[in-house]
């Protein structure tokens, strides 16, 4: 079935366990970011040490694409550098916007690329990206710091 | 004659098609726009192949037919509404949103003096359960000229809470704006009582018709409200084509919103006059053919008879409630009987997030909506972020009910295997 490319296994899982979940007392910055056209939401708090992301936390509420991809965004970019997270971020950006015409590379992505499936979905590319626009943010702003 | 949606359909070229693989189109998403009949669409294709011209302008027989086709279409709102006043209290717009900002607009623009007027010693009045269309250009207007903004609450069991209504509707409010029935809850408001306060302290109502206009028979004399606003789209008709009924003495005293060529009488240099109403509102080349189709659309519902169309509803709308009370995990955000309720039925199942209801349902050929619906506050005041949403019309029937049903508990078994 179609649904099913949508909805990988991968994509519940986080979403039924999402990772990462519950924010962290302290931070260097914090963003809150909404989707206008369905009101899911998510706050994310990134801690930047050294030029190194030490911990990235989050709150939100929203459908299984947007919070599955945050769960999984978080499990990636965790002790990363800004630079290697720049490198990730870009992948996926390119991945959601492939339509369906690109697997992304596990070597970058991991789990991720079970988001190919969702870029088939125009409706919900933006779903997948909510956490990954807070993030961009976040680092921005930590940066600033 | 029994009322048969199987054969209104039939007048509906959309449900020629099938939807992803070959499924069956279940329409359940009226209360964002409607499907059109073969009608519509041919009165508005008619409309540029035979008769193409500008209205009101031009000395040539195309203008004249095309002016003529125009103000028929006027002329049949005027009688579906019932305008005391006939057709010189219908302004065609752009849709109903267009309607409400031109109102808020216009009272921005009176001066001193005029009854429009708001200072900061003035109140509007609007209702917790509004589409964002009869709520943001309240608030901004409030925010404009100072005066405040105030509004009925919503009870748990989806109605307003009248019990304060003196305490709403004070003897300072100038303008009162709701809705007559919600695009969530399917909820219609009484009026009797809010426009007899209103009446009394000399406010203005204003009534969002959108979801009321294409589903029942609206009689605005014997409503007793002062200003009506609803969109062509949700109507069977065409999109880009919205009504504004008013009555014509507060039509006649409402400053114009928008200026430029149709809608002056004199011009020089340094001021202008206006044309009398409607013409005062309608500045600019309108959406003729547009208008042409919802007088096609509002023909095409007085055909089926709006009594009927709205037993049908009020009769499918039961038949659905009842069998989605059945389902285990659901919560029906509205009412859940049909007393003074239209054929919204807004829901939630079990934690499932409805944005992924809406996409299984999708996959099984049903159109629905998902989301706060344009009303964001009454989103947070129901305590749910999010809904599904199904809206029944004239070409929906039991079979529809029946599979949206079956899908929801496809939904719970789809999403529920981990
Ligand atoms: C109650 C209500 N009011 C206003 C509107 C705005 O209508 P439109 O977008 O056609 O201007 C809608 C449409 O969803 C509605 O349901």
């Known amino acids: 079935m179609e649904l099913d490319s949508l909805y990988q296994e991968v994509i519940l899982d986080h979403y039924k366990h999402p990772q990462h979940k519950g924010l962290s007392p302290t931070f260097t910055a914090q963003v809150s970011h909404v989707n206008t056209s369905c009101g899911d939401e998510i706050i994310l708090n990134i801690i930047l040490e050294d030029g190194v992301i030490s911990s990235l936390t989050w709150e939100g509420q929203g459908c299984s694409i947007s919070q599955a991809s945050v769960s999984m965004m978080t499990d990636l970019l965790t002790g990363k550098t800004l630079e290697e997270s720049g490198t990730i971020t870009k992948s996926f950006a390119d991945l959601m916007a492939s339509k369906g015409t690109s697997a992304g590379d596990p070597q970058i992505l991991e789990d991720a690329v079970a988001f190919a499936g969702v870029s088939k979905f125009p409706g919900r590319v933006k779903c997948s990206l909510l956490g990954w626009m807070a993030f961009k943010d976040a680092a921005i702003q930590a940066q600033a710091q | 004659m029994t009322f048969s949606p199987t054969d209104v359909r039939k007048d509906f070229p959309i449900f020629n098609r099938t939807i992803r693989d070959g499924k069956r189109l279940v329409y359940l998403d009226s209360g964002a726009t409607s499907q059109k009949p073969l009608s519509v669409i041919e009165a508005e294709s008619n409309f540029y192949e035979f008769h193409n011209a500008a209205v009101h302008r031009g000395a040539h027989q195309l203008a004249e037919e095309a002016t003529d086709a125009y103000e028929g279409a006027r002329a049949i709102v005027a009688t579906f509404l019932g305008s005391p006043g006939g057709s010189d209290e219908i302004i065609f717009t752009k849709s109903a949103t267009e309607s409400l900002n031109l109102l808020a607009y216009a009272m921005g623009n009176a001066p001193v003096g005029n009854r429009f007027a708001l200072s900061s010693k003035d109140r509007i009045v609007v209702t917790e359960m509004e589409h964002h269309a009869n709520l943001i250009p309240w608030q901004q207007l409030s925010a404009r000229t100072g005066a405040e903004l105030s ?84 109507a069977l008709g065409p999109t880009g084509i ?150 029944l019309y004239v070409y929906n029937d039991e079979v529809d009910c029946d599979a949206l049903v079956d899908a929801i508990l496809g939904a719970q078994k789809y999403f529920g295997r981990f």
């Open chain 2, 242 to 391: 919205g009504v504004l009924w008013g009555h014509m003495n507060l039509l006649d005293e409402l400053p114009p919103f928008l200026f430029g060529g149709s809608m002056i009488e004199t011009v020089t240099m340094t001021s202008a006059t206006w044309a009398p109403v409607p013409q005062k509102f309608e500045a600019g080349v309108p959406n003729m053919a547009q208008a042409v189709g919802l007088g096609a659309a509002l023909d095409y519902l007085s055909g089926l008879g709006m009594d009927e169309v709205h037993a049908h509803e009020v009769e499918l709308t039961g038949y659905l409630l009842d069998k989605m009370k059945t389902i285990p995990g659901i919560r029906i955000v509205g009412p859940t009987n049909t007393l003074l309720r239209g054929g919204t039925v807004s829901f939630t199942i079990d934690d499932i997030h409805p944005h992924d209801v809406g996409q299984y349902l999708d996959s099984q050929g049903i159109a629905v909506r998902t989301g706060h619906h344009c009303a964001w506050p009454l989103a947070k005041c129901m305590l749910v972020p999010a809904t599904t949403r199904a809206s």
């Open chain 2, 151 to 234: 509004w009925f609450k919503v009870t748990p069991d989806s109605r307003l809470d009248l019990n304060s209504i003196d305490e709403v509707i004070t003897a300072n409010t100038k303008v009162v704006s709701i809705t007559h029935q919600s695009n969530v809850l399917g909820t219609i408001n009484p009026l009797a009582a809010i426009v007899k306060r209103a009446h009394e302290v000399g406010a203005i109502v204003i009534l969002d018709a959108c979801q009321s206009v294409p589903h029942m028979r609206i009689d605005v004399k014997a409503l007793g409200v002062d200003f009506l606003a609803f969109s062509g789209h949700k």
